[in-house]
């Protein structure tokens, strides 16, 4: 019999750009590509990372599974870009 394929939720595919400031105002952000299918999840993670205070971090939107494939990136895990 063969094995059944595993299914696979399309949202861990998905990744989320999340933007760290250090203050309002800050030119120069810090951003990341999180493997994350979620905002709130995102956020939470680099912050938890980080340090930060939720305030500090933005969600600016999703990315496709394309770029969390070429980053090589595992669902839960973030780099800055």
Known sequence: MPA???IVDP???LGRLVRVRSHPGDY???LYVVA???PEQA???VASALSRPREDVEDLGPINETLVATLELKPGQYTRI
């Open 4 to 6: 059944s394929p595993a």
């Open 43 to 45: 956020v939470e993670i």
């Open 36 to 38: 994350a299918g979620e």
């Open 28 to 30: 120069q952000p810090l």
């Open 11 to 13: 949202r861990s595919l």
